[in-house]
């Protein structure tokens, strides 16, 4: 599957104003700065979709892009706030909680959500405190972890599996994961299929309840 097209949609503020729920939905959320935008864009080839920031916490809403895919399916991709730092007051930062939470909770076609990891770094407690509540609230999702060309593949690696090992500390089973690089678009060949089979089951799903 490849993306042919794809378009920024709208922002929203809260859940409940978010486009009608129905075609299959992938958000991506991570700390501030992991790259969400710039992994939005490189999947669908399209270098100013999602817009890209230096400075933590520019993405403020719930940003939803219209796709269409090769087999001429529409979907969305979703590019939520990050969490962890931001140079925001404390009521902005609760305010952003509560929306990321509510979206997450509600939204009830989401297919899956992609917790966004630095591959550069070893595992960072919010992370997994994070990824910790999503299977608490029974949450489908996969991990992408980021920025695999600005390390060698020797420590990428070893920060993967460390992250990987510590998660099993407090989960039987591990989530599927992807290694990504938006600059080398490393990963898009494993996302995109991803994304194929889940719209697969969505549909299925989508048929039976009719």
């Known amino acids: 599957m490849e993306i042919i097209h794809a378009a920024y949609l709208i922002s929203s503020p809260s859940v409940d104003l978010c ?9 991506f959320i991570g700390r501030s700065n992991v790259g969400k935008s710039s992994l939005i ?21 719930i940003n939803h892009f219209n ?29 952003w909680q509560k929306m990321i939470q509510d979206y997450i909770q509600k939204r009830e076609n989401l297919v899956n959500l992609f917790a966004l990891v ?8 919010a992370d997994l405190d994070f990824i910790n509540r999503l299977g608490e609230w029974r949450i489908p999702f996969a991990i992408a972890f980021t920025k695999a060309d600005k390390s060698t593949q020797k420590e990428t690696a070893k920060n993967v599996d460390r992250f990987l090992e510590t998660l099993k500390e407090t989960w ?9 690089s938006a600059e080398k678009h490393l990963g898009k060949k494993t996302i995109l299929p991803f994304i194929a089979e889940q719209n697969k089951v969505f549909e299925q799903h989508k048929k039976g309840s009719v």
């Open 19 to 27: 486009p009608k729920p129905d075609r299959p939905e992938y958000a």
């Open 41 to 61: 864009n490189m999947l669908c080839n399209k270098k100013e979709l999602a817009k890209v920031s230096r400075s933590p916490g520019k993405t403020q809403m």
């Open 118 to 125: 630095d591959s550069r770094h070893e595992p960072q407690k």
């Open 172 to 180: 039987e089973e591990l989530p599927p994961y992807f290694v990504t």
């Open 67 to 95: 796709v269409t895919d090769s087999t001429r399916k529409d979907w969305y991709l979703v590019d939520l706030p990050g969490y962890g730092f931001a140079k925001v007051s404390q009521n902005q930062r609760k305010s």
